[in-house]
């Protein structure tokens, strides 16, 4: 059964630094890794898909990165900006059978310090 | 282009009744999926339709039902309410088969309270 960890649960920074964020998840077989951000009572907002054979992936000042084999992804923002602030949520999509399905992590709560 | 569209927004019912959750997928997309979020246990996977058949339910009791119709938008109803049913529900779609290529597109969510 698929489980996936975020590490921190809660992360607190000042506004300009570079910051990783972490998830982990204990089966393979995926198609790919979405990050996404979720602000207060809010839906979730696309950030980020890594297919399972690629790598990484970047978007303005994001940047992901995906290690299948390890069972790891990393969400590097830089120069953070208060706005940043949200929580940031991992998700695998596994594949086999018919499961369509997004496994999601805990998330980890950013709070950017102006 | 119009994202995913979740009506209403807010619902407040009382225990013991019924709701009825709307969505409307971006347009193109045939898979719908929904998902439940509650602090204590984050999202989790309600069910998924693509071209109106249900292809996979999540592990959540019968009350919880849902249907999509030949336009691809989706509803969701849930019966008998119970105070545990109070949370963010959210709906995402799919362009491809299996979300595998495009990734998925969440929708603002509707926040169901039950008093």
């Known amino acids: 059964k698929q489980e996936v960890t975020q590490i921190p649960a809660a992360l607190s920074v000042p506004e300009g630094e570079n910051l990783v964020l972490n998830c982990s998840f204990t089966?393979?077989?995926?198609?790919?890794l979405q990050w996404f951000r979720q602000d207060p009572g809010k839906g979730l907002t696309s950030l980020l898909l890594?297919?399972?054979?690629?790598r990484e992936q970047t978007s303005g000042r994001l940047n992901a990165s995906l290690d299948k084999s390890s069972g790891r992804s990393t969400l590097y923002i830089a120069a953070s900006q208060p706005g940043d602030s949200a929580t940031y949520l991992c998700?695998?999509?596994?594949?086999?059978?018919?499961?369509?399905?997004?496994?999601f992590g805990t998330g980890t709560l950013l709070a950017v310090q102006p | 282009k119009a994202g995913v569209t979740q009506t209403p927004r807010y619902l407040i019912k009382t225990r013991g009744q019924q709701v009825t959750l709307s969505c409307s997928p971006i347009?193109?997309?045939?898979?719908v999926s929904w998902y439940q979020q509650t602090p204590g246990q984050g999202l989790q996977f309600l069910f998924e339709?693509?071209?109106?058949?249900?292809?996979n339910k999540g592990n959540f009791p019968g009350r919880f039902s849902g249907r999509q119709f030949s336009n691809s938008r989706s509803e969701m109803n849930v019966s008998t309410l119970e105070l545990g049913d109070s949370a963010l529900y959210l709906c995402?779609?799919?362009?491809?088969?299996?979300?595998?290529?495009?990734?998925?597109?969440f929708g603002s969510g509707t926040r169901l309270t039950v008093v």
């Open positions: 995402a779609s799919s362009l491809a088969n299996q979300g595998d290529i495009y990734g998925y597109t």
């Open positions: 089966d393979s077989a995926i198609y790919n």
């Open positions: 890594i297919q399972s054979s690629q």
């Open positions: 998700a695998v999509l596994n594949y086999g059978g018919a499961t369509n399905k997004l496994i």
């Open positions: 347009s193109g997309h045939r898979s």
């Open positions: 339709y693509f071209s109106e058949t249900q292809r």
